[in-house]
């Protein structure tokens, strides 16, 4: 039986991005183990019928010691497992685990771009994220490797830096989503129309440029529209704190829900989504989501978040950090119900072309047959 070690920085994002890969990955033959942080989250990994082995990791920190900490325990690890596929998901597992990789000859390696982030942010790479591109352009040379991209962004800046050769590149437009269970469902007819934002409350991901564009319409939609802000706060140290986010929410108007796991109720009782991130994103899910079940979309013209918008067909791309333009097309959106209910329709159309977790998975099984000489 050959074995498959899946590397994710967390459990909780193992079970909302990959869980359906690992278990068809199960059925196709391979061992699975999943190698993640525990939030929490360990039991509902291991309820799937997978092995779970902790990874000490800090997914945003910059401590050398602790860095170093992950890379030989990686290292440590590939030895004693004798995978035949690793495959890393996300910036840091792939620099570490891909010199890991390396050091050990895995036999086949998967890495997957799934979004560069705040390193990347410039428009030219820094000193920093050049040195990173650096490492991993030694590690993938000569090693049997499918780079996975999200988007056309990333992957024409990893072959322009040599971090990759074109055989070694496959592109996968995101995550994919349970089109069954993230089922099209027009919006409610009843209450205050609901504008709805999922992801960590981070600045780069466009939370305060939504509660400044909230602002801009509180006088005119106080009593018509509530502002509904998903999601967890983040440890990194730039990171918005939780004091200013309760300071900049009224619990009404404005809502910070925190930490949800019912988001496609959520979703579902939604009319729009907003999300103007700027932070270099893969294909964000929580668009993806917002696309499968029928709800337009304002969000930035930047990476990866672009990619889930067909500008003014299934929503709005404005630019970054720009509250007038999204309260602009937000006010758009709030006096016309036809427009809604039509991005809606196209919105979901899109995401059966593009975004079915179905495809996702099957090409994430050719990928192992590839690298593990059976295709």
């Known amino acids: 039986m050959k074995r498959l070690l899946l590397i994710v920085n967390e459990d909780r994002f193992f079970l909302s991005h990959r869980q359906e890969i690992a278990l068809m990955a199960k059925k196709e033959g391979f061992d699975v183990t999943v190698v993640c942080k525990d939030t929490g989250r360990s039991d509902e ?28 325990f990686l290292k440590r690890l590939y030895a004693e497992q004798k995978p035949d596929i690793v495959h890393h998901v996300g910036l840091k597992n792939i620099l570490w685990g891909g010199i890991a990789a ?7 390696v998967v890495n997957a771009v799934c979004g560069l ?52 590149c496959d592109f996968i437009k995101g995550s994919g989503v349970n089109l069954d ?24 991901k466009g939370v305060i440029t939504l509660i400044e564009a909230a602002e ?48 496609l109720d959520l979703l579902l009782a939604s009319h729009v989504m907003a999300f103007p991130s700027f932070y270099r994103e893969g ?60 991005m809606g329709r196209k919105g979901r159309k899109k995401a059966e072309r593009e975004f079915s977790i179905q495809m996702v998975v099957d090409k994430h099984m050719n990928i192992y047959s590839r690298l593990s000489g059976e295709a």
Not at 188 to 198: A, H, N
Not at 238 to 253: P, T
Not at 322 to 329: G, P, Q, R, V, W
């Open 181 to 204: 269970n993230y089922h099209y469902m027009p919006e409610p007819t009843e209450g205050k129309i609901k504008v709805l934002f999922t992801g960590r409350m981070v600045k780069e």
């Open 45 to 72: 990994v291991r309820n799937l019928g997978l092995s779970m082995i902790e990874l000490p990791i800090n997914p945003t920190g910059t401590n050398l010691k602790e860095e170093f900490s992950t890379l030989l």
């Open 102 to 108: 390396k050091l050990n000859k895995i036999p086949g």
């Open 283 to 342: 294909v964000p899910l929580s668009l993806i989501e917002a696309c499968a079940v029928g709800r337009p979309i304002v969000t930035c013209d930047s990476v990866g978040c672009r990619d889930t918008v067909d500008d003014g067909v299934n929503g709005f791309l404005i630019s970054p950090r720009d509250s007038d333009a999204l309260a602009e097309k937000l006010k758009i959106l709030f006096l016309d119900k036809a427009l809604r209910d039509s």
């Open 216 to 263: 801009k319409l509180r006088s005119e939609f106080t009593d018509k529209v509530e502002f509904l802000l998903c999601g967890d706060l983040s440890c990194n140290p730039d990171a918005i704190k939780r004091d200013e986010l309760l300071a900049r929410c009224d619990g009404g108007y404005i809502q910070w829900l925190g930490f949800r796991r019912d988001v």
């Open 117 to 168: 982030g705040v390193l990347f942010a410039g428009e030219e790479p820094s000193l920093k994220a050049r040195a990173v591109m650096k490492v991993m352009s030694w590690s993938n040379k000569g090693m049997n490797i499918s780079e996975i991209f999200q988007n056309n962004d990333d992957m024409s800046l990893f072959k322009a830096e040599g971090v990759v050769t074109e055989s070694q």
